[in-house]
């Protein structure tokens, strides 16, 4: 098993930051030439109580600018490979200098392919849409579009959910570019007169009850969340590891419960043991003894990571097309959760230039 985009995502950047060592281990200021920064009395006492720090790890230079702390171990090759649930958002909390920066490389690699993905799909679509052979199916138009989204929906979600917009879900899932064509004419006409056709704004704010919050976060982040976790377990040598998989907290994470759903229904159905999945999501004290890796189609993953990866950047193409201030406006919206995952830390970004702007490149189709 291959991690999803392993030639443009730097997978091992999450992954570094799951490695446990059980030897004792002493925090440290660091400086910017990397080394322990030892300039306070108390500190001078702690490494020099400790045999095993070496000289050459150490900075004394007053003038060297503190970057941060990190940890320092006895014994470095007791190490093992740890992991819950992956949460980029609020991983800047750790202390660790070497964690935030790999968090850091990893949302600046990751917006970059995102944005240039988004950037040639919406270019393609407005390629076809010039062609002067090109024409969407009947199914598209005025008299037949109720019936046909009807039926999108239902095979999107048969048990349906409380928002206005599940049809507009079950079009960025469908992997259909003429449905994907046929919302960018639905926002043309909002532009032109916002009483008519498709505001963005209406879809990427609706709110849930309040364990679910704005609809379109919540599946995000859902989504993303499992694509993070899987494609670190697979970079880190732990996908054959049983016991890694039951640390993951993805327990109840992937369902169709309540008022919305955490995950495209269809491809619930369509990668996963659903009834091994349903029993897995309610079984809180691991009675039946499941494995969440028994859950999943393995041999259909990889599509599946591919298929949330998509996901995001049609919706990152939309954001683009529609060009609404509006949208630019909300706070941690749907849309930094696709292009960062949320990730704030504004020494780091000033400092490394970590750019999360929506900005034009190029890349090849998923």
């Keep these: 098993m291959k991690t999803h985009l392993s030639h443009q995502l730097p ?8 490695y446990r060592n059980y030897s004792e281990g ?15 009395k108390s500190d001078e ?43 980029v958002e609020y991983s800047y909390y750790h202390k ?22 988004a950037d040639d799909y919406l270019n393609k679509l407005k390629k076809i849409r010039t062609d002067k052979k090109f024409k969407l199916d009947a199914k598209y138009n005025k008299e037949n579009i109720d019936n046909y989204l009807t039926q ?18 079950a079009l960025t899932s469908s992997g259909d570019d003429n449905d994907i064509i046929f919302l960018l004419n639905e926002i043309d006409k909002y532009k032109k007169d916002n009483t008519k056709g498709l505001c963005l704004v209406n879809v990427v704010t609706e709110w849930g009850t309040q364990c679910f ?39 109840g ?21 659903k009834d091994k999945l349903e029993n897995f999501n309610k079984d809180y004290n691991n009675e039946l003894n499941i494995n969440f890796f028994d859950c999943i189609k393995t041999e259909k993953l990889y599509d599946l990571l591919k298929k949330i990866f998509r996901y995001n950047y049609i ?25 960062d995952f949320g990730y704030i830390d504004d020494d780091f970004n000033e400092k490394d230039n970590v750019d999360f702007e929506l900005t034009a490149s190029s890349s090849s189709f998923c």
């Design 11 to 18: 997978w091992d950047s999450l992954v570094k930051n799951y």
């Design 26 to 40: 002493l925090i440290f200021p660091i400086c910017e030439c990397k080394k322990m920064h030892i300039i306070k």
């Design 45 to 87: 006492i702690k490494a020099g109580n400790r045999k095993y720090i070496k000289e050459e790890q150490i900075c004394r230079d007053p003038s060297c600018k503190e970057i941060g702390e990190d940890v320092f171990y006895k014994n470095k090759n007791k190490i093992k490979w740890e992991m819950d649930t992956i949460d």
């Design 96 to 117: 660790t200098y070497r964690t935030k920066m790999n968090i850091a490389h990893f949302v600046k690699e990751h917006s970059k392919a995102v944005n240039n993905f």
């Design 152 to 169: 999108k929906t239902k095979e999107y979600n048969d048990c349906g959910s409380d928002s206005d917009y599940e049809y507009i879900y």
């Design 213 to 251: 919050g704005r609809y379109a976060n919540y599946i995000m982040d859902s989504m993303n969340r499992f694509y993070l976790t899987v494609n670190a377990i697979i970079a880190s040598g732990n996908f054959n590891n049983r016991e890694t998989w039951e640390k993951t907290g993805l327990r």
């Design 253 to 273: 994470g992937i369902c169709v419960y309540g008022d919305f759903h955490s995950f495209v229904p269809n491809w619930i159905d369509e990668h996963f043991y």
């Design 315 to 339: 919706w990152l193409a939309l954001y683009k097309y529609a060009d609404e201030k509006k949208l630019r406006e909300y706070f941690r919206s749907i849309f930094l959760r696709i292009v």
